[in-house]
């Protein structure tokens, strides 16, 4: 890939700058429908983006066919988009990095690369997934007895790895490699009520994500949406009214990654659409929160060598016990504001680099889940949220269902229904008590379990 690259650049001869960015990933799936295999899919993908710059003006054209009549046409394509469009003075041209500023991931598990090119052995780890529904099933209800039974609805493995590759005209020039494995599952626990009517049913879904294979536990995956969906049979309604809120790992991911990730982004706070826009050094959250965005984290799911740009992952912080330091930036972003872009150009072959977060860290407190809820007068445990994508990614304002919901007095906990949450992220922030130690990365956000002291809830 690096030589077709070389190859794509030398053909760039009619443009001022131009940037290469290429990208090799291949991988295998299994999906799970009940307890039977729904299909098994390999899957590969390699691509070619290319920027091109005239007179402050940008072009970009991608392409799959890496054949040297292709990559010159797509060359061609970019120089003619850019020629076409407006020129932007604020753009300041191309990053140029030293090689020296890298640093190596480390992050590439040759057991999943094996795995994408063997189905049957992937199989065999897959089924762990559904051994675990089972036995999970059968210890929390009596062997099934009690009028209680579970299944999965729908599930899956995977494996993947990529090779990324970014070069450009400025003296760029890096590469880097990862791997990945996830597994998730959804199971409906059923229960008769005591009048012999018809069965309730709940679900509870549970899932992970990791860079090497050793450090995912399907069996836990399976068994904590057993248990989950098991337990959250029978629930009451709750009062609507203000009170303390016990957010779960994946509860706070899915709210934030629709608001304050964004929120985040230099280019939305240069657009008008962060809250946080001219405060930086004031106290916008709780002091105790630190937030990072750190693309180097080891193990982490999105550290890299370097940024869609080419540039140097690094480690930003966000806010400092309450106090808001700084912003993610894309080169484009940084020359606006007078500042160094942060490393944080995310992309794939087929789009230009945007502003992006790698791993989004809630760095983590002190408490055990088990002492914050058992220290908690009353409140509620929501493990997880449902709409979270309707929030106003501007203001932060949301209304999402709780999902496998629970009420909390002094550690006992009882299933809840039909429970809304309504509220703000940047309110929310600032109102963070408790910040527990048992931090999950989901998706591109790390989070402990957190206590909210109010937040209001809707029967």
């Known amino acids: ?86 020129a932007d003075e604020e753009f300041c041209g191309l990053p140029a990095v030293s090689p020296e500023r890298y640093r190596t991931a480390g992050a590439y598990d040759k057991r999943i690369v094996e795995l994408c090119n063997s189905p049957e052995d992937a199989l065999d780890i897959a089924s762990e997934l559904l051994e675990g529904v089972r036995g999970a099933c059968e210890d ?38 990862g791997t990945f ?35 995912l536990n399907l069996r836990w995956i399976s068994e904590e949406a057993t248990l989950l969906a098991l337990r959250s049979l029978g629930g009451q309604k ?9 957010l779960s790992p994946r509860a706070v991911q899915s709210i934030l990654a629709y608001t304050t990730v964004r929120h985040f982004s230099a280019e939305n706070v240069q657009r ?19 937030i990072v965005d750190d693309g180097t984290a080891e193990g982490c799911l999105n550290t890299r060598k370097m940024d869609g740009e080419g540039v140097p992952s690094q480690r930003t912080v966000l806010i400092e016990r309450g106090v808001l330091k700084n912003f993610l930036y894309d080169t484009y972003t940084a020359s606006k504001d007078g500042v160094e872009s942060t490393g944080n150009a995310v992309r794939g ?6 502003v992006g977060a790698t791993n989004f860290i809630i760095e983590r407190g002190d408490a055990t889940r088990e002492e914050i809820l058992r220290e908690l007068n009353e409140g509620i445990l929501v493990s997880d949220v449902i709409g979270a994508h309707t929030a106003d990614a501007t203001s932060g304002a949301f209304s999402v269902v709780a999902q496998n919901a629970f009420s909390v007095k002094r550690g006992e906990l009882k299933p809840l229904r039909e429970v809304m949450l309504v509220g703000n992220s940047v309110e929310m922030l600032k109102r963070v008590e408790i910040v527990a130690k048992d931090s999950r990365q989901i998706y591109n ?5 957190i206590l909210v002291a109010k937040m209001q809830i809707v029967s």
């Not at 956000?445 to 379990?449: E, L, M, N």
């Open 181 to 215: 494995a996830s597994a998730g599952i959804t199971v409906v626990a059923r229960s008769k009520t005591a009048e012999g009517g018809s069965a309730e049913e709940i679900a509870g879904s549970e899932g992970e994500a990791k860079r090497r294979l050793s450090d």
């Open 272 to 290: 008008n659409r962060s809250p946080y826009k001219g405060r930086l050094g004031e106290e916008i959250a709780s002091e105790m929160l630190t």
């Open 1 to 86: 890939m690096h030589e077709i690259l070389e190859r794509a650049l030398r053909f760039a001869d009619s443009c001022e700058q131009v940037e290469i960015y290429g990208e090799h990933a291949e991988g295998l799936s299994i999906d799970f429908e009940r307890w039977s295999v729904k299909q098994v899919k390999r899957f590969r993908s390699r691509g070619v983006g290319i920027r091109a710059v005239v007179a402050n003006k940008v072009g970009f054209s991608y392409t799959t066919d890496l054949s040297d009549d292709a990559l010159r046409r797509c060359v061609e394509e970019a120089v003619r988009r850019a020629k076409a469009s407006e």
């Open 238 to 246: 709750a009062e609507t009214k203000e009170m303390p809120v016990v």
């Open 349 to 354: 072959y087929d789009q230009p680099p945007s």
């Open 445 to 449: 956000i790390a989070s402990p379990t």
């Open 140 to 177: 929390e209800s009596g062997s099934g007895g009690g009028g209680v039974s579970c299944e999965p609805t729908e599930g899956g493995f995977s494996v993947a790895y990529d090779h990324i590759f970014i070069l450009n005209s400025e003296g760029v020039s890096a590469e880097d490699s």
